[in-house]
């Protein structure tokens, strides 16, 4: 499929900036709980994080498809912001016609099992409930949730954790994953608000795990950029390890495992936002899936080939491989979309297997 000049010009930008900008020092600055806001500052410029939310409400009416190559390309570079979140928290508020501030937001729930609900209180609401490991739920301007009401789900956005009882938290790879509880908290009026058409939990469980996909197909591009340039580098009896029928067979794997990662991710892409929302599940769930396939054989080869400088905090694979298996457990593991995958197949019965397989994708 041909790519947009306009699409072109977005990604090289992007590329330049998180080349120069997420540098193994801020990432490990982050990691270590220092918020990355010159980097943010920079991001925040171009416009890209609220870029999908209508003029009416500071965006540009962004694809989500450009977004997403965005957050490929964030994924690649490690770039320790909440990026993806900051998107979906966007279009959940603005969906509810709530005030969408700049600033770096969170959004949730972010696990299947996390109920929050809003009940009435004279003129304002009363939060309750509790949303378990939000990214960067600390550090952000802004949270953005979404709770049951009276009459259906519901938007709710807070400056902060909005007087919530904060666990801190991180994953492996240094991310902060930050648990919030709200006992009743009290709310203004315009605090929160019905979502639109289109939008709602499930919608956001889905496109946050096709972001999730979407940055692992970038790590997963990163590791082999590495991989294969230590093992044209790296020289063992005499030539480059490169050279060696065993070790070229392992990257021939990663380079076929990283290609299938970035096409599944990038079905489950064209597929989002279409008439038929069973397909778009079905698709993401594959994305998901086969991305977090993809990243354990990756990681194991990539590792194998670096030897154990790969698992040295200096050198920068740790950076990908890291996050490939904290985001593998995001926004649903892969058991829990491969089981989606495998209903959606059954559904449609032993006889039109092949039916499916060739008119769903």
């Known amino acids: 499929m041909a790519v947009r000049d306009e699409t072109r010009m977005l990604l090289e930008s992007m590329t330049r900036l998180f080349e120069d900008r997420s540098t193994k020092t801020v990432i490990d600055r982050a990691e270590g709980g220092d918020f990355a806001a010159d980097l943010w500052s920079v991001v925040a410029e171009t416009g890209v994080p609220l870029a999908a939310l209508p003029e009416s409400a500071g965006?540009?009416?962004?694809?989500?498809?450009?977004?997403?190559?965005?957050?490929?390309?964030?994924?690649?570079?490690?770039?320790?912001?909440?990026?993806?979140?900051?998107?979906?928290?966007?279009?959940?508020?603005?969906?509810?016609?709530?005030?969408?501030?700049?600033?770096?937001?969170?959004v949730g729930p972010v696990r299947g099992a996390d109920r929050l609900s809003v009940v009435r209180d004279g003129n304002g609401w009363r939060l309750s409930g509790r949303a378990a490991r939000l990214p960067y739920a600390a550090q952000v301007a802004r949270t953005v949730l979404i709770a049951d009401g009276p009459d259906g789900?519901?938007?709710?956005?807070?400056?902060?954790?909005?007087?919530?009882?904060?666990?801190?938290?991180?994953?492996?790879?240094?991310?902060?994953?930050?648990?919030?509880?709200?006992?009743?908290?009290?709310?203004?009026?315009?605090?929160v608000g019905a979502l639109g058409k289109g939008v709602s939990r499930g919608g956001l469980y889905r496109r946050g795990a096709l972001a999730r996909a979407t940055m692992m197909s970038g790590a997963l591009e990163r590791a082999m950029d590495l991989a294969v340039g230590y093992a044209q580098e790296r020289v063992q009896f005499g030539?480059?390890?490169?050279?060696?029928?065993?070790?070229?067979?392992?990257?021939?794997?990663?380079?076929?495992?990283?290609?299938?990662?970035?096409?599944?991710?990038?079905?489950?892409?064209?597929?989002l936002g279409g008439s038929d929302a069973e397909r778009e599940t079905f698709l993401i769930a594959v994305a998901k899936t086969r991305v977090g396939e993809a990243?354990?054989?990756?990681?194991?080869?990539?590792?194998?080939?670096?030897?154990?400088?790969?698992?040295?905090?200096?050198?920068?694979?740790?950076?990908?491989?890291r996050r490939l298996w904290s985001w593998r457990e995001e926004f649903g593991s892969d058991p829990e979309w491969a089981a989606r995958v495998g209903a959606y197949a059954c559904g449609y019965g032993a006889d039109r297997l092949?039916?499916?397989?060739?008119?769903?994708?």
Request: overall charge negative; hydrophobic content about 50%.
């Open 295 to 321: 990243a354990t054989l990756a990681c194991e080869i990539a590792h194998q080939v670096h030897g154990a400088i790969g698992f040295t905090q200096e050198y920068a694979l740790q950076l990908s491989t």
């Open 59 to 106: 965006g540009a009416d962004a694809v989500w498809s450009d977004l997403y190559a965005v957050l490929r390309l964030a994924g690649r570079f490690s770039v320790p912001l909440p990026l993806a979140e900051t998107m979906l928290a966007g279009w959940v508020a603005s969906s509810a016609g709530l005030e969408v501030r700049d600033g770096p937001m969170t």
């Open 354 to 361: 092949w039916e499916m397989l060739t008119t769903v994708a």
């Open 239 to 271: 030539r480059p390890i490169s050279k060696f029928q065993a070790v070229q067979q392992n990257l021939a794997v990663l380079a076929g495992q990283t290609a299938a990662a970035v096409a599944a991710a990038n079905l489950g892409i064209e597929a």
């Open 153 to 191: 789900e519901m938007a709710v956005v807070l400056d902060g954790i909005g007087g919530a009882d904060l666990t801190p938290g991180k994953n492996i790879a240094g991310e902060a994953r930050d648990t919030l509880a709200f006992g009743g908290v009290r709310l203004s009026a315009d605090a």
